[in-house]
């Protein structure tokens, strides 16, 4: 029995294309994939991301144990402060890359991939259990909130019709709790898209209103409803990693590009020595951006060869609608990783040239 | 959803006309409509043997990738090489502009398992 979104009529209602993403029943497309990608780049797409998941996170030792659980230096958040981060296992392999939410120095909330929140609740109750933190206190909160994600040029404009909330005081990674269509929301200026937007939070039981409500506002400036097809490539254009492909379990963040997230001097914290490790001995493998240069298309696993030798594997690929050509993400030997190379894609009994381009691929 | 009457059709959801010499071959408005934007396809070379029930090609949706299989078998005389540029053909032309090879037929018998038009829209109403 698939999981459902409080939203499900609604997409139904639309005459979306649904599908299993991850044992949940979600829109994969409405008008279509290419459509609703230029769409949410020219002005405004509204995305049901519900699935998401949401542990909270209290008590007066919440950061201590957030310290040790996460790689990123959660001591940096202030309140109304959001950070990306992940959470890894004791070999540097990841568990899962999150979102942290400080509503006060003793009051978090982790937004967490849909798949993997049974997973990553297990996994944090296990670590709280195994040493003594002191006053912590975890909470699945997952089926209380709806999550929308308003993305696009024309996100705040649209936004600022619902709610009195002045949504230019909140910057890129900082949130407020507010009433949007009357209706108490956590507005949080982040996304997945690289355009400018918001991630809406509210509870479930306001989701439909909520939604009428900010397509009913955005109706005059074609806000579309987008689904997880134009999610992947819109996502994909701008080299943002997704749990299952650019990390996993068996690939260190260190590999997957998010050294900037891996605060390796902050002090003790689970998979820390391992990944100090890797930093010391240099990656063997490094996520890189690639752009086909003739016709093709990747896809997640197709084999990289750097002259006759295969050096990896692509993690992600699809048709960029932005560029129209092929792009992808890839895990190769650190040694043929740099910007320029030229490597080729073993597509079906073709190889087909790529070069290693700098992320993003479109101009942001 | 368009099925033309004068065409034959696969399970596998190509659609298939017979003429004199020749069987031309394209996917059907059901296929395209499932697969979503078509944006890329690939064909084999004029001169290629295709064999009955084996993939020729390749038809891409931004998502997927998905084979289309031989209705026939037989050589290929001549492809559509118009929808290496304009892939996107096979959403809005499934039967005209969309067609992909055209195959000179090697054992006329194996018409005899095409899909009539009734035979497949019962099959696509199953789906």
Request: net charge negative.
């Amino acid at each position: 029995m698939l999981k459902v979104t409080p939203l499900n009529r609604v997409h139904r209602a639309l005459g979306a294309r649904m599908v299993d993403f991850g044992g949940w029943d979600m829109p994969v497309q409405y008008a279509g994939v290419i459509e609703e990608h230029l769409a949410t780049r020219a002005a405004a797409g509204l995305f049901d991301v519900s699935h998401m998941g949401e542990v909270e996170v209290s008590g007066a030792n919440a950061l201590d144990y957030i310290q040790y659980l996460t790689i990123n230096d959660a001591a940096r958040l202030v309140d109304g402060q959001v950070q990306y981060n992940a959470i890894c296992y004791p070999d540097g392999g990841v568990v899962d890359d999150v979102t942290v939410y400080r509503f006060s120095a003793t009051h978090y909330l982790f937004c967490v991939n849909a798949s993997n929140t049974d997973k990553d609740f297990a996994w944090m109750e296990k670590v709280l259990a195994e040493r003594d933190f002191g006053n912590v206190v975890l909470r699945n909160r997952s089926d209380e909130f709806a999550q929308l994600a308003l993305q696009g040029p024309l996100a705040e404009e649209i936004l600022a019709r619902l709610t009195t909330v002045d949504l230019g005081a909140i910057r890129y990674y900082h949130f407020k709790a507010g009433e949007v269509a009357g209706s108490e929301t956590i507005i949080s200026r982040t996304g997945y898209t690289g355009e400018d937007g918001f991630e809406l939070y509210c509870a479930a039981a306001d989701a439909e209103k909520v939604w009428h409500a900010l397509m009913t506002a955005g109706a005059d400036d074609s806000l579309m409803p987008i689904g997880l097809g134009a999610r992947d490539t819109l996502r994909l254009e701008m080299k943002y990693a997704l749990y299952g492909h650019e990390l996993s379990e068996r690939i260190t963040p260190l590999e997957a590009g998010l050294g900037w997230i891996t605060k390796l001097d902050k002090g003790d914290f689970i998979g820390g020595a391992a990944l100090r490790k890797q930093k010391e001995a240099g990656v063997p493998r490094t996520l890189v951006a690639l752009r086909i240069t003739e016709s093709g298309i990747p896809r997640a696993d197709y084999p990289l060869f750097c002259g006759e030798r295969e050096v990896g594997v692509v993690t992600s690929g699809t048709m960029s609608p932005s560029l129209r050509c092929g792009i992808g993400l890839g895990l190769v030997a650190s040694d043929c990783a740099a910007i320029g190379t030229q490597l080729t894609v073993g597509i079906r009994k073709k190889r087909v040239a790529a070069q290693i381009v700098k992320p993003p691929f479109i101009d942001k | 959803m368009e099925f033309p009457d004068e065409l034959q059709y696969t399970e596998d959801h190509e659609w298939v006309l017979v003429e004199d010499d020749s069987v031309t071959v394209g996917i059907t408005d059901f296929a395209q409509d499932a697969l979503g934007d078509v944006v890329f396809v690939e064909l084999p070379d004029v001169g290629e043997m295709v064999e009955l029930g084996k993939p020729f090609g390749v038809v891409e949706s931004v998502k997927a990738v998905s084979d289309i299989y031989a209705p026939v078998s037989g050589e290929v005389i001549e492809i559509n090489a118009a929808l290496t540029d304009e892939p996107e053909v096979v959403n809005s032309s499934p039967y005209e502009d969309a067609w992909m090879i055209k195959i000179k037929p090697s054992n006329p018998e194996e018409f005899n398992d095409l899909l009539s038009v009734d035979e497949y829209r019962a099959l696509t109403e199953e789906d």
